[in-house]
């Protein structure tokens, strides 16, 4: 065998990774899906261990002005791990150890590919946790929720994941690396840290994190809330503000999510409630307990039927697995679920949600609520089976009308989930041209050549110089 | 049309041009970052309180509009914003300089209180950011960029922000402790000072548990914090704080858990590695090809 | 390149269109937890079922995925979406092996060994033997087992239990301390004959079901009558238990009815039981995975233990221990590494001693150097203790 074959991307992926990339037809499939419903399919997969492996695939890509998409758990709502344009994956699954923990900055150095929740389970013997809380924590990747800014039920009070990452190491797409931001108060020099959390791999990708640790909470009440009317419900949440509490969270569930969350959990959630509310209160005793009073006041205000207090944390995580798991119980009232993310202002969270209601009656949806109501961050899920033909027409109509009404109460397109491939082509709701445009000139400074997960959270027009300008293939949606 | 819209197309139009332009704002901290270019025409951001919800904890208002005038406003219904900065500065000025108050310990960085922002670039046109809500993750978030830019990359013209409840009780306590250890004795305390030898806390929240802390403090009751040196200013990771008494002898007083130091000499730090400051640079060109925006100021 | 070959797994369709990918699942596997990769987690398993079932052909690559699969089901537990994964595995390896040469000669006549109590104490008496001769590699990690086994004897017929193969062959001393124990709650115990035998639990999962069910009408006919049968291994206790659902006849469903772990049975006669005052450290309870996510019905070894020792529990939220059935021999390398994330769990935990109901999870366990017994052996020589002080 004397010819020499051109080395292809994958020989020197090979070279770089050994067993560790894949390009096997099976596999390259499963990752070609996050939790969204949008899927494509990638060239290769290739799990790296630490940065400079990271390093060396996004060289090897730039030589071969190949895209490169990083993964973490695929838990994503909005395909933001969805390939596009034959891309690279770079799974950072492996990249799983947490690093340091420095009690005394108060910070933990983790991989990228640390679980969520695997990170507060290793500080609870020190009386810290990583405090947004995702409801995927159990499963969704820290490095995934620095590129989506993942929120919580518990960032009501303590803010959304860059209020708790104080630094990066990332390698950019030039594939150079760098730590953005720093563990002192003040870094020198523009937040690049701030830009990069929410970018949702366009802007490199993240190997090593600094994470805020929050102390645990002394005294911690849960409580659930029933409402024989779904508008009781939304009122008692401003109402519980306007009472000058912030609450750790506040989340609202309505009828169809309760039956759904009941039949996994069985925490004895009300299934004939149209909506309850669980509250928690975290902090010093005598504010919890000064708020337990205020909301019993609030619940008799606005009409609720019961006010359930939590006896101990056997029961209070029952309340919460069931809240934890509701995006995937779905399937026990349909197969697929088409679910939004739009945060409103409070105060307009009973009309939206009519909307929500009115939209899913039109297209002969089914609607589902649960979602962050102290945020006004909503979740209305769109349950159908893909298998009834002319479905996604319905669903995707629905979803127009949801976010419509929810651009016109004044909200945002998304609250946590991100913008990713699904939404991006709303963006134009929320951003005039130029605004947009301005985010691109940005995005590009990070990434001149488009490599970096490109074509997501902008939609296509807003490129000035793609270099890869690409438009989403055909059968990318759903 | 909205509140404040003419407003900002006005000043974005002020901002139009070839010249160099500055923003002028309180100038409660002119000095941050170096001296504007002479030839530099001041103009000043939009002032008046547009939009205010209480029941949202967001209040959107001109980039121009004093912190006194935004706490009087908050205070009515018994809100704050809890950046600590003086009365007389400005709102855009405390976001482009980004320092963030005494009660970081607590209540976290300036930067996580901005929401969405309106500015001019350097063309003069709007550019429009983050989102009016507690919680947005659409687009990149620029506004975060926008922060500590020292209006560099363009100037604020209306920003919202996030409020909080005033707290119920606030009681400052004073006297001799070692500051890290009271760090861990206590639950989230809003801020924590020393100055190498005395310690002051300030304990916010509920009477009953303020009460219950100042207890575990063992320290007395006293009116407020130390005046703050501010000659120098350094940044530091929280533990390094612990060998500041063997480093500087003269004025300094320490935010415990935080990480600053204010210091009566003029000792500032730097630390970002090269690699970024070629992202940084190109940013600065891409939205300020000219170098028209605040002209002499340097971020980095 | 593997070849392609045609294959129609035959999962029912609703149950595969179930799973909505939401990946909660994914640290509750235990082949995801040591590779991290979609191919070796629950939600990649079932797109692959999806592939083949869509595409009708599969191929090697897909039957070595397939065959990774611990078949522990903690995913379905996970599951708020209630995907039924175990039967979705079962099917499809019955799929494989009765379409494919998934299960060659060789395995499929060791799995039939099973279902030969004689063969079966013959050849486990030869390794006895040859253990001793110190002829059998130490790294076959094969349990030292007993050269004479003490006999059973009946005593009463208010409860079956039920012996079953290996466990009968190579660990009857537990069986003799279970019965002793229920015993103590006056209760007489009636063993079936030699024709019992296996429960068809690891041909299941083999995909082999059809011996299986040859299997379970030998079991069902060698336990009449309408009494309880207590077993004391969680993985033939759930097998027990899905025999309704193998055979689908009324006959079969009336005997699973009649099917009890030993702890279930227990904790609804706790009142019977000797009450003893000890004062033994407390033991870490390891949940066999065919106990918690299949029968669940872990809560019932706690009851039972606290009424004697205080338990203590792990933190993995009863991840598999690599154990699973004829897993850790066919698969060494992976179940050594899942077995590595539970020692990891149990050092953390403070104890020391070790509990657990299952004789696999035992064995696999045992051979890492974990002190480990089953519950009623422990308390078995708990009340021993106490009857010898009194
Ligand atoms: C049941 C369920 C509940 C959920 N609940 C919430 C919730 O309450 N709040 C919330 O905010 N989200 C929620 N999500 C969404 C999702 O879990 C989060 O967005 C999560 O942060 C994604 O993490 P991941 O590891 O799965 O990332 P992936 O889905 O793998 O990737 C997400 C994005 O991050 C990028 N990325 C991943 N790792 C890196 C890295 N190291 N560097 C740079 N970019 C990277 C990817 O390219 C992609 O764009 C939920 C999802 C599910 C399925
Ligand atoms: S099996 Fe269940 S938990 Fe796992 S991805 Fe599917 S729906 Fe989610
Ligand atoms: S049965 Fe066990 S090993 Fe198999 S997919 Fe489920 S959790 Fe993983």
Same mark, same amino acid.
């Not at chain 2, 970052?33 to 949202?56: H, K, M």
């Not at chain 3, 040591?34 to 090697?60: H, K």
């Not at chain 3, 069986?175 to 299941?204: D, F, I, M, Q, Y």
């Not at chain 3, 480990?372 to 708990?382: G, K, N």
């Given at each position: 065998?004397?010819?020499? &074959?051109?080395?292809?991307?994958?020989?020197?992926?090979?070279?770089?990774?050994?067993?560790?990339? &894949?390009?096997?037809?099976?596999?390259?499939?499963?990752?070609?899906?996050?939790?969204?419903?949008?899927?494509?399919?990638?060239?290769?997969?290739?799990?790296?261990?630490?940065?400079?492996?990271?390093?060396?695939?996004?060289?090897?890509?730039?030589?071969?002005?190949?895209?490169?998409?990083?993964?973490?758990?695929?838990?994503?709502?909005?395909?933001?791990?969805?390939?596009?344009?034959?891309?690279?994956?770079?799974?950072?699954?492996?990249?799983?150890?947490?690093?340091?923990?420095?009690?005394?900055?108060?910070?933990?150095?983790?991989?990228?590919?640390?679980?969520?929740?695997?990170?507060?389970?290793?500080?609870?013997?020190?009386?810290?946790?990583?405090?947004?809380?995702?409801?995927?924590?159990?499963?969704?990747?820290?490095?995934?929720?620095?590129?989506?800014?993942?929120?919580?039920?518990?960032?009501?009070?303590?803010?959304?994941?860059?209020?708790?990452?104080?630094?990066?190491?990332?390698?950019?797409?030039?594939?150079?690396?760098?730590?953005?931001?720093?563990?002192?108060?003040?870094?020198?020099?523009?937040?690049?840290?701030?830009?990069?959390?929410?970018?949702?791999?366009?802007?490199?990708?993240?190997?090593?994190?600094?994470?805020?640790?929050?102390?645990?909470?002394?005294?911690?009440?849960?409580?659930? %809330?029933? $409402?024989?009317?779904?508008?009781?419900?939304?009122?008692?949440?401003?109402?519980?503000?306007?009472?000058?509490?912030?609450?750790?969270?506040?989340?609202?569930?309505?009828?169809?999510?309760?039956?759904?969350?009941?039949? $996994?959990?069985?925490?004895?959630?009300?299934?004939?409630?149209?909506?309850?509310?669980?509250?928690?209160?975290?902090? %010093?005793?005598?504010?919890?307990?000064?708020?337990?009073?205020?909301?019993?006041?609030?619940?008799?205000?606005?009409?609720?039927?019961?006010?359930?207090?939590?006896?101990?944390?056997?029961?209070?995580?029952?309340?919460?697995?069931?809240?934890?798991?509701?995006?995937?119980?779905?399937?026990?009232?349909?197969?697929?679920?088409? %679910?939004?993310?739009?945060?409103?202002?409070?105060?307009?969270?009973?009309?939206?949600?009519?909307?929500?209601?009115?939209?899913?009656?039109?297209?002969?949806?089914?609607?589902?609520?649960?979602?962050?109501?102290?945020?006004?961050?909503?979740?209305?899920?769109?349950?159908?089976?893909?298998?009834?033909?002319?479905?996604?027409?319905?669903?995707?109509?629905?979803?127009?009308?949801?976010?419509?009404?929810?651009?016109?109460?004044?909200?945002?397109?998304?609250?946590?989930?991100?913008?990713? %491939?699904?939404?991006?082509?709303?963006?134009?709701?929320?951003?005039?041209?130029?605004?947009?445009?301005?985010?691109?000139?940005?995005?590009?400074?990070?990434?001149?050549?488009?490599?970096?997960?490109?074509?997501?959270?902008?939609?296509?027009?807003? &490129?000035?110089?793609?270099?890869?300008?690409?438009?989403?293939?055909?059968?990318?949606?759903? | 049309?909205?509140?404040?819209?003419?407003?900002?197309?006005?000043?974005?139009?002020?901002?139009?041009?070839?010249?160099?332009?500055?923003?002028?704002?309180?100038?409660?901290?002119?000095?941050?970052?170096?001296?504007?270019?002479?030839?530099?025409?001041?103009?000043?951001?939009?002032?008046?309180?547009?939009?205010?919800?209480?029941?949202?904890?967001?209040?959107?208002?001109?980039?121009?509009?004093?912190?006194?005038?935004?706490?009087?406003?908050?205070?009515?219904?018994?809100?704050?914003?809890?950046?600590?900065?003086?009365?007389?500065?400005?709102? *855009?000025?405390?976001?482009?300089?980004?320092?963030?108050?005494?009660?970081?310990?607590?209540?976290?960085?300036?930067?996580?209180?901005?929401?969405?922002?309106?500015?001019?670039?350097?063309?003069?046109?709007?550019?429009?950011? @983050?989102?009016?809500?507690?919680?947005?993750?659409? @687009?990149?978030?620029?506004?975060?960029?926008?922060?500590?830019?020292?209006?560099?990359?363009?100037?604020?013209?209306?920003?919202?922000?996030?409020?909080?409840?005033?707290?119920?009780?606030?009681?400052?306590?004073? *006297?001799?402790?070692?500051?890290?250890?009271?760090?861990?004795?206590?639950?989230?305390?809003?801020?924590?000072?020393?100055?190498?030898?005395?310690?002051?806390?300030?304990?916010?929240?509920?009477?009953?548990?303020?009460?219950?802390?100042?207890?575990?403090? *063992?320290?007395?009751?006293?009116?407020?914090?130390?005046?703050?040196?501010?000659? @120098?200013?350094?940044?530091?990771?929280?533990?390094?704080?612990?060998?500041?008494?063997?480093?500087?002898?003269?004025?300094?007083?320490?935010?415990?858990?935080?990480?600053?130091?204010?210091?009566?000499?003029?000792?500032?730090?730097?630390?970002?590695?090269?690699?970024?400051?070629?992202?940084?640079?190109?940013?600065?060109?891409?939205?300020?090809?000219?170098?028209?925006?605040?002209?002499?100021?340097?971020?980095? | 390149?593997?070849?392609?070959?045609?294959?129609?797994?035959?999962?029912?369709?609703?149950?595969?269109?179930?799973?909505?990918?939401?990946?909660?699942?994914?640290?509750?596997?235990?082949?995801?937890?040591?590779?991290?990769?979609?191919?070796?987690? =629950?939600?990649?398993?079932?797109?692959?079922?999806?592939?083949?079932?869509?595409?009708?052909?599969?191929?090697?690559?897909?039957?070595?995925?397939?065959?990774?699969?611990?078949?522990?089901?903690?995913?379905?537990?996970?599951? =708020?979406?209630?995907?039924?994964?175990?039967?979705?595995?079962?099917?499809?390896?019955?799929?494989?092996?009765?379409?494919?040469?998934?299960?060659?000669?060789?395995?499929?006549?060791?799995?039939?060994?099973?279902?030969?109590?004689?063969?079966?104490?013959?050849?486990?008496?030869?390794?006895?033997?040859?253990?001793?001769?110190?002829?059998?590699?130490?790294?076959?990690?094969?349990?030292?087992?007993?050269?004479?086994?003490?006999?059973?004897?009946?005593?009463?017929?208010?409860?079956?239990?039920?012996?079953?193969?290996?466990?009968?062959?190579?660990?009857?001393?537990?069986?003799?301390?279970?019965?002793?124990?229920?015993?103590?709650?006056?209760?007489?115990?009636?063993?079936?004959?030699?024709?019992?035998?296996?429960?068809?639990?690891?041909?299941?999962?083999?995909?082999?079901?059809?011996?299986?069910?040859?299997?379970?009408?030998?079991?069902?006919?060698?336990? =009449?009558?309408?009494?309880?049968?207590?077993?004391?291994?969680?993985?033939?206790?759930?097998?027990?238990?899905?025999?309704?659902?193998?055979?689908?006849?009324?006959?079969?469903?009336?005997?699973?009815?009649?099917?009890?772990?030993?702890?279930?049975?227990?904790?609804?006669?706790?009142?019977?039981?000797?009450?003893?005052?000890?004062?033994?450290?407390?033991?870490?309870?390891?949940?066999?995975?065919?106990?918690?996510?299949?029968?669940?019905?872990?809560?019932?070894?706690?009851?039972?233990?606290?009424?004697?020792?205080?338990?203590?529990?792990?933190?993995?939220?009863?991840?598999?221990?690599?154990?699973?059935?004829?897993?850790?021999?066919?698969?060494?390398?992976?179940?050594?590494?899942?077995?590595?994330?539970?020692?990891?769990?149990?050092?953390?935990?403070?104890?020391?001693?070790?509990?657990?109901?299952?004789?696999?999870?035992?064995?696999?366990?045992?051979?890492?150097?974990?002190?480990?017994?089953?519950?009623?052996?422990?308390?078995?020589?708990?009340?021993?203790?106490?009857?010898?002080?009194?």
């Amino acid at each position: 065998m004397s010819s020499k &074959r051109k080395k292809t991307i994958f020989d020197e992926l090979k070279a770089l990774l050994g067993s560790r990339v &894949r390009a096997d037809d099976m596999e390259l499939q499963l990752y070609g899906k996050d939790s969204s419903v949008l899927s494509g399919v990638p060239s290769t997969v290739c799990f790296p261990l630490d940065a400079e492996e990271v390093q060396g695939i996004v060289n090897i890509c730039n030589r071969f002005q190949r895209p490169f998409i990083a993964r973490g758990s695929g838990t994503g709502l909005a395909g933001g791990a969805v390939p596009v344009g034959n891309p690279v994956i770079i799974s950072t699954a492996k990249m799983n150890k947490i690093l340091d923990i420095d009690l005394e900055d108060r910070i933990a150095w983790v991989e990228p590919g640390v679980l969520n929740l695997d990170l507060s389970k290793a500080l609870k013997e020190f009386g810290f946790h990583f405090a947004p809380d995702p409801s995927s924590q159990q499963v969704c990747s820290i490095g995934g929720n620095v590129a989506n800014n993942s929120g919580g039920p518990h960032c009501l009070a303590y803010g959304v994941t860059t209020s708790h990452v104080l630094a990066a190491e990332v390698v950019l797409p030039n594939a150079e690396i760098v730590t953005l931001g720093g563990i002192d108060p003040e870094p020198t020099g523009y937040d690049l840290r701030g830009l990069f959390i929410g970018s949702e791999g366009t802007m490199g990708i993240a190997t090593k994190i600094a994470v805020r640790l929050t102390p645990n909470p002394p005294d911690v009440r849960t409580l659930l %809330l029933d $409402f024989a009317d779904v508008s009781d419900g939304a009122l008692a949440v401003s109402a519980i503000i306007n009472a000058g509490i912030i609450p750790a969270a506040l989340e609202m569930m309505d009828h169809n999510a309760i039956g759904m969350i009941e039949a $996994f959990v069985h925490a004895g959630y009300p299934v004939e409630a149209a909506a309850v509310l669980l509250v928690e209160l975290d902090g %010093l005793s005598g504010a919890v307990e000064a708020a337990v009073e205020t909301i019993k006041d609030v619940a008799k205000i606005h009409n609720a039927g019961s006010v359930r207090i939590a006896k101990d944390e056997t029961e209070r995580a029952l309340l919460w697995k069931g809240r934890k798991n509701a995006f995937g119980a779905v399937a026990r009232i349909k197969p697929d679920y088409y %679910l939004h993310d739009t945060v409103v202002p409070r105060s307009k969270l009973v009309e939206v949600l009519n909307q929500v209601y009115q939209a899913a009656d039109k297209y002969d949806l089914i609607a589902i609520n649960v979602f962050h109501a102290g945020d006004g961050n909503l979740h209305p899920i769109l349950a159908y089976d893909a298998r009834e033909p002319g479905i996604l027409e319905r669903v995707h109509s629905a979803g127009d009308a949801i976010i419509k009404a929810s651009m016109d109460a004044g909200g945002v397109l998304s609250g946590e989930h991100g913008i990713g %491939l699904e939404k991006r082509d709303f963006m134009h709701l929320l951003f005039s041209a130029h605004d947009m445009f301005t985010q691109d000139l940005i995005r590009e400074a990070f990434d001149p050549q488009g490599l970096a997960n490109p074509l997501k959270i902008l939609p296509s027009g807003s &490129r000035c110089s793609d270099s890869f300008k690409q438009h989403v293939p055909e059968g990318v949606w759903v | 049309m909205n509140l404040g819209t003419t407003e900002r197309q006005e000043f974005a139009a002020s901002v139009a041009g070839t010249d160099l332009v500055t923003v002028v704002g309180g100038k409660t901290q002119w000095g941050v970052g170096g001296a504007i270019d002479p030839n530099a025409r001041p103009i000043s951001a939009p002032v008046g309180i547009y939009d205010y919800t209480p029941s949202e904890m967001t209040l959107r208002c001109g980039a121009g509009t004093t912190i006194g005038d935004i706490q009087n406003k908050l205070g009515e219904h018994n809100q704050m914003l809890p950046v600590d900065a003086k009365d007389e500065s400005t709102i *855009g000025g405390v976001l482009a300089v980004g320092r963030s108050g005494i009660r970081r310990l607590r209540y976290g960085a300036v930067r996580d209180y901005l929401l969405e922002s309106w500015h001019a670039d350097h063309e003069g046109k709007l550019v429009k950011s @983050g989102g009016p809500t507690i919680k947005n993750v659409s @687009g990149y978030d620029l506004c975060r960029l926008l922060v500590g830019s020292l209006g560099t990359l363009g100037f604020l013209a209306e920003v919202t922000v996030r409020s909080l409840p005033i707290p119920r009780c606030s009681q400052w306590m004073t *006297g001799v402790c070692d500051p890290f250890e009271l760090q861990s004795n206590l639950y989230r305390p809003s801020s924590i000072l020393w100055n190498g030898i005395q310690v002051w806390v300030l304990l916010e929240g509920h009477p009953a548990d303020v009460a219950r802390e100042a207890e575990v403090t *063992g320290l007395s009751e006293c009116s407020g914090p130390p005046a703050l040196p501010f000659a @120098g200013r350094l940044s530091l990771r929280p533990k390094l704080l612990r060998e500041l008494p063997q480093l500087y002898k003269q004025d300094w007083v320490a935010e415990i858990g935080v990480g600053l130091v204010h210091l009566s000499l003029p000792i500032n730090n730097d630390q970002n590695s090269l690699s970024t400051m070629t992202v940084m640079r190109d940013i600065k060109k891409r939205l300020d090809p000219t170098g028209r925006l605040n002209p002499g100021r340097e971020v980095f | 390149m593997s070849k392609n070959f045609k294959v129609s797994l035959g999962i029912d369709e609703d149950a595969l269109a179930s799973c909505v990918s939401c990946g909660l699942c994914l640290p509750h596997c235990p082949t995801y937890r040591v590779t991290q990769e979609e191919t070796a987690s =629950p939600r990649g398993r079932i797109a692959l079922m999806r592939q083949v079932e869509a595409a009708g052909v599969a191929d090697d690559t897909f039957i070595s995925f397939m065959d990774a699969c611990i078949q522990c089901r903690g995913c379905e537990t996970a599951c =708020p979406s209630g995907v039924p994964f175990g039967p979705m595995m079962e099917t499809t390896r019955e799929a494989l092996a009765d379409q494919t040469s998934y299960q060659p000669r060789y395995r499929r006549l060791g799995y039939s060994v099973l279902g030969m109590p004689r063969l079966l104490a013959l050849g486990s008496r030869l390794i006895a033997v040859l253990q001793r001769l110190r002829l059998i590699p130490s790294r076959l990690a094969l349990p030292r087992i007993p050269l004479r086994q003490t006999k059973l004897k009946a005593s009463g017929d208010d409860v079956w239990l039920f012996t079953g193969c290996i466990m009968d062959a190579w660990m009857r001393d537990t069986h003799a301390a279970v019965k002793r124990v229920v015993e103590s709650t006056g209760a007489g115990v009636r063993l079936p004959g030699n024709e019992a035998g296996c429960c068809g639990a690891l041909h299941v999962h083999a995909g082999l079901t059809l011996k299986a069910k040859k299997l379970a009408n030998k079991v069902i006919e060698a336990f =009449p009558g309408t009494n309880p049968i207590l077993v004391d291994s969680a993985g033939c206790g759930a097998q027990l238990k899905d025999y309704g659902h193998l055979l689908g006849t009324t006959k079969a469903a009336a005997f699973s009815s009649r099917v009890f772990d030993v702890h279930e049975w227990l904790a609804e006669n706790l009142d019977k039981l000797p009450k003893i005052n000890s004062d033994e450290p407390p033991v870490i309870v390891q949940d066999p995975c065919h106990l918690r996510h299949v029968q669940r019905s872990h809560e019932a070894v706690r009851l039972v233990m606290n009424q004697y020792i205080g338990t203590i529990e792990l933190d993995d939220d009863g991840l598999c221990c690599g154990a699973g059935g004829a897993y850790s021999s066919l698969h060494p390398e992976t179940a050594a590494e899942v077995r590595t994330r539970k020692l990891e769990s149990i050092n953390r935990s403070g104890g020391t001693n070790v509990v657990s109901a299952n004789p696999g999870c035992m064995l696999h366990l045992q051979q890492a150097g974990v002190s480990i017994q089953h519950p009623l052996e422990l308390v078995d020589s708990i009340i021993a203790r106490a009857m010898k002080r009194e």
